[in-house]
């Protein structure tokens, strides 16, 4: 289907991108309580702490002049201005007339001290304590009282998270219907004439089956009373996070209201599994059935398009609980699972429930994917993606299983690689048991024998992954000449998933560590690229003048050469991109690479180079500053001070050294050491020392308190 045919859906979110990227929208001050909120609403907050964290780990600061911070600044004439403890809020409220009438678009930003620079610039209308814009820029701040007002309200609440966006769904539905009715008219029109005029195109059944798919989504949505979705940013954790809340009397606010029990017992929460699989996930009890009929009446067509017909699902786990604990591994070969789903107390299932219904079910849905692969690679031999593999008996316990093998096929002249599927399957003490092998299964078998119930607890589901283990086994599954191209992936930390239905909401959240993050970019940063023939270059280095790729005292504080590293003028060579490069017998090459190293997180690489910097150069006091800090990011403070103490011996009035001294001091408990010393710097004009003075150093003590 072609994108025009989602027109409405654009003018919805590409607009509002738009002026997101623009205004940076945040959240602000005072107002009257009003049961009134715009149909679309984007708050995004703590500007500054997010710019520290973007830089310590943007590959843009590596390869670009320009960075997020001076982007940002450059947008918003300056950041200093902006109330750090309050938020900038976009607020659109459609026309209840027709949707082709202009929306009423506003941008509310809160400031500690006027900025008229910035409100020349985009026609600001100044009030207490805030800037007001109509959108678009240079009409005033005339928006009506209840949108003003309700902007003023959202900027109340608190704003904990980077970005959030919130879209009243249902209303602006409503009100774009005349609009959505249009839109599925053209697309169905655009599809019967791709059909008429394609000599291989989509059979008839599918601009039946596109409209069936874009119905069910306008249904499922009409019954959500307001999607939210944005981003956590912080120097700890780095996560993206939705939420729908469910309309009044709606299927979906019934299905949440009812799907777990509030006092359900749970079999797996103890259960433990191998921690060679990297991706371990686990559910409570809850209504599996009525969650996967709803999902087959809203979504089913979509899912029929990959291959996958749910009407069978339904059926297939009444007789289970909803609570399943397992893990599984992505490998070269295929995918690695075990699992354990739990079996209702009224319902005696046997292996002949398996064999009669389960796996029928299972290799009628291979059929299905079977006959997408055939559409998808015509030219291909496809052989049956799911077949039934051989009985056997563990334990005196009936074992089925079958077999997957999904076609895989990199380049449409390439073979096709199968990725294997193994699942054996046995029922034991009321526990339905999923395994690769035999073998694996003995082990299950032993370990569901000791499992006692325990009241159910945590979120509906979640789920960890092993970053690096997925990228690894991505790298070797990819063609020779980019894995030729790979170094080793570094272990890379967890993402965790969870999945919970509450208060009449689905929560759900993907959180990584943002060390982890900082760490995959850093190896990402250091890839060679893949071979493209003898007559092409090699991509080039970051320029050594990059200012962005140097440590700071504070994962977000930008920092400049010491005057030491200034005087000096290393002898340079230009490849033929223009681009300068230093030998590698230069102290300037190797504080260069480190201060990359350092911003991407790579800490023991940053220490190793900043170390050979010191001592090609022992005079050098931007390197000892430099490994100073590497030093304290690895947690080795002794080392960072000693080090810092001898950039300061070498120049004792900077006051860059003395922000970073202090910085350290502060972390490792000498606060009143390090206070001083930021102080010093602060008294110097050091913009770092005085921002943390004045906006950092207050909110981490109050942090610090709570």
Not at 194 to 209: R, V
Not at 393 to 414: C, E, R, S
Not at 652 to 665: F, K, Q, S, V
Request: hydrophobic share 40%; proline share 6%.
């Amino acid at each position: 289907m072609k994108t025009r045919n989602f027109r409405v859906f654009s003018l919805f979110f590409v607009f509002v991108c738009i002026q997101l990227i623009i205004f940076a929208p945040m959240t602000t001050a005072v107002g009257a309580k009003s049961d009134f909120r715009p149909d679309i609403t984007i708050r995004l907050g703590h500007i500054e702490e997010a710019l520290k964290t973007i830089e310590a780990f943007s590959e843009q600061n590596a390869k670009s002049q320009w960075s997020p911070r001076s982007l940002i600044e450059g947008t918003l004439k300056g950041t200093q201005w902006l109330d750090p403890d309050r938020a900038m809020v976009f607020g659109l409220v459609l026309s209840e007339k027709s949707i082709e009438q202009k929306p009423k678009m506003a941008v509310l930003v809160p400031f500690t001290e006027p900025n008229p620079e910035f409100a020349a610039a985009y026609g600001a209308v100044e009030k207490q304590g805030y800037y007001l814009i109509s959108l678009p820029p240079g009409q005033g701040g005339n928006i009506g009282k209840k949108l003003e007002s309700a902007l003023v309200q959202n900027a109340q609440d608190p704003q904990n998270r980077l970005l959030t966006v919130d879209i009243a769904a249902a209303r602006a539905l409503a009100k774009a219907k005349p609009e959505i009715e249009d839109m599925i008219r053209k697309a169905r029109q655009g599809i019967e004439q791709q059909q008429s005029t394609a000599m291989e195109g989509p059979e008839a059944f599918e601009a039946d089956q596109a409209e069936a798919m874009i119905r069910s989504f306008l249904n499922f949505f009409e019954q959500v009373k307001t999607f939210s979705t944005g981003l956590d940013l912080n120097r700890r954790d780095t996560a993206f996070f939705s939420e729908v809340l469910a309309a009044a009397d709606t299927e979906l606010q019934d299905l949440i209201a009812r799907a777990m029990e509030e006092d359900a017992q749970s079999l797996l929460g103890k259960m433990e599994f191998s921690d060679k699989l990297g991706m371990q996930f686990r559910s409570r009890p809850f209504d599996i059935s009525a969650t996967t009929a709803f999902t087959e009446k809203y979504f089913g067509e979509m899912y029929k398009t990959m291959g996958v017909d749910l009407q069978g699902a339904a059926s297939v786990v009444a007789p289970f609980t909803g609570e399943t604990a397992g893990a599984m591994a992505i490998e070269p070969a295929g995918l690695v699972i075990e699992a354990v789903s739990c079996i209702k107390a009224d319902r005696d299932l046997s292996v002949n429930y398996l064999e009669s219904e389960y796996i029928p079910w299972i290799l009628k849905t291979g059929e299905g994917m079977t006959e997408m692969y055939k559409k998808q690679y015509p030219d291909k031999d496809i052989a049956p993606v799911f077949v039934k593999t051989e009985k056997t008996t563990v334990a005196d316990i009936p074992v089925v299983g079958v077999k997957g093998n999904l076609p895989i096929v990199q380049d449409p002249g390439d073979d096709i690689r199968i990725f294997e599927m193994p699942l054996r399957m046995a029922v034991k003490d009321r526990c339905l048991l999923v395994t690769p092998d035999d073998g694996r299964m003995a082990d299950l078998m032993a370990q569901v024998a000791k499992l006692k119930p325990a009241p159910a607890s945590g979120p509906l589901m979640e789920m960890t992954m092993d970053w690096g283990a997925l990228m690894r086994t991505m790298s070797a599954m990819a063609p020779e000449q980019i894995q030729s191209s790979h170094k080793e992936i570094p272990d890379t930390g967890t993402l965790n998933y969870t999945l919970d239905l509450s208060e009449g909401k689905v929560r759900s959240r993907y959180a990584m560590k943002t060390e982890d993050i900082k760490k995959f970019m850093a190896f990402v940063a250091t890839l060679d690229p893949v071979p493209a023939g003898p007559e092409q270059d090699p991509a080039p280095a970051p320029s050594p003048e990059t200012k962005q790729a140097e440590p700071n005292p504070e994962p977000d504080q930008s920092t400049s050469r010491s005057s030491s590293e200034k005087s000096r003028q290393p002898s340079q060579k230009q490849t033929k991109t223009g681009q300068e490069r230093f030998s590698k017998d230069e102290p300037r090459y190797w504080t260069e690479k480190g201060g990359l190293y350092l911003a991407y997180g790579n800490i023991d690489a940053a220490v190793k180079h900043f170390e050979k910097a010191v001592a090609l150069d022992p005079e050098n006091a931007g390197a000892h500053c430099n490994l100073a800090l590497a030093y304290a990011e690895n947690r080795k403070f002794e080392k960072a001070l000693d080090a810092m103490d001898h950039a300061l011996s070498l120049e004792p009035e900077n006051a860059r050294y003395l922000h970073a001294r202090g910085w350290i001091r502060v972390q490792t408990g000498q606060r009143q050491k390090g206070m001083a010393d930021i102080e010093k710097a602060a008294e110097k004009g050091h913009p770092d020392a005085v921002r943390y003075l004045d906006r950092i150093a207050p909110r981490h003590t109050r942090e610090d308190s709570q």
